[in-house]
């Protein structure tokens, strides 16, 4: 931390000298044009140009498995890293290949030039192209339809269907490390909200709600590994139970991001009145499963669980539907 007191030239400029070293460890000398950005917590940022050329890294690439090699990238892309350089003495075809499906898995993020040893991956997406609010949007329509299939798939003992909403989970993935990626560079480079539209705080509950939609859509793919797991498909009424405790989820999650997506206070609170009772609803119908189709019980049981879990997932969407208004008023009031 430096410490300078504020002066004052000319009878009415008042102005502070800036600490020399690290002044030129960001490049600043005589001439420079900076950037100064008030906020509403009353502080004063100095962002220098040249910070915007330095936005790379250099991962030295070991004998990594791929889920090690994919968290070395995932992780640089989600601080916000634009350019990733891979080096290595020798990068094997095998490498090469783990980058590139790394690489699909990320959106925006492209190889841009490559050698023996080294490899440049760039993100190429840019915060602008892709509104938070309309990304979230697609992820809920995403898990919507991954949740009504995986149970439609395992009342209906349907492995096609349930397979697909497994391979579909990689799209909910995608968009999520998205998200968390423009968060980060929020968090580091402040002049970017003028550019998003909306504050840090803002950005962060729908960051939150990104996160809680991410897993409501595992519980759909561990709805459709039961499906798998099942050696018949289950009985009609046990299948008419399920399916009446997953409309009440799903209805449950809907109403909970519309709370949130339109700022809805009121429905935000209707939607937490539902948490009384409902566990019991769900352990009737695991009972009653259990008794008629005793053989499928583990099965049926990860679907009750999950569903609980959702209905879960969805109050704590509520919940940030009730506290975004709250930070917006107190961002009005500190402005």
Not at 92 to 111: C, D, F, N, S, W
Not at 121 to 144: C, G, K, S, W, Y
Not at 298 to 303: D, K, L, N
Not at 311 to 316: P, S, T
């Amino acid at each position: 931390m430096y410490r300078r007191k504020v002066q004052k030239t000319g009878g009415s400029t008042y102005f502070v000298t800036l600490p020399k070293a690290w002044a030129e460890s960001v490049g600043i000398e005589p001439g420079v044009v900076v950037t100064l950005m008030p906020n509403d917590a009353g502080t004063l940022l100095l962002v220098p140009e040249s910070l915007s050329r330095v936005n790379r890294c250099r991962i030295e690439l070991e004998e990594w498995d791929f889920d090690r090699f994919q968290r070395e990238i995932i992780s640089r892309y989600i601080v916000g890293y634009d350019i990733i350089e891979i080096h290595r003495d020798r990068i094997r075809p095998e490498q090469r290949r783990m980058m590139r499906e790394i690489a699909q898995g990320l959106v925006g993020l492209e190889i841009f030039d490559e050698t023996q040893e080294a490899v440049l991956l760039q993100a190429m997406v840019n915060v602008r192209d892709f509104p938070v609010e309309r990304t979230l949007t697609r992820i809920f329509d995403i898990t919507h339809a991954m949740l009504n299939d995986a149970v439609s798939a395992f009342c209906a003992h349907d492995e096609e269907l349930a397979r697909d909403v497994l391979e579909r989970d990689g799209d909910i993935d995608r968009l999520v490390l998205l998200v968390a990626r423009q968060f980060s560079l929020l968090l580091r480079d402040l002049l970017l909200e003028e550019d998003v539209g909306l504050s840090r705080l803002e950005f962060l509950h729908y960051h939150t709600v990104a996160d809680q939609l991410e897993r409501v859509a595992d519980h759909a793919g561990k709805i459709s590994e039961a499906t798998l797991a099942l050696g018949a498909a289950v009985h009609k009424p046990v299948g008419k139970e399920i399916e009446e405790r997953a409309r009440d989820a799903v209805s449950v999650l809907g109403r909970a991001v519309q709370a949130f997506e339109n700022r809805n206070m009121d429905l935000a609170n209707q939607v937490l009145k539902e948490k009384e009772h409902a566990e019991q609803l769900f352990q009737v119908t695991r009972r009653t499963a259990a008794e008629r189709q005793p053989e499928a019980a583990p099965s049926i049981s990860i679907v009750i669980d999950s569903l609980l879990r959702i209905r879960e997932y969805a109050f704590n969407i509520a919940e940030t539907a009730l506290d975004a208004p709250t930070m917006e008023n107190v961002q009005g009031s500190a402005g």
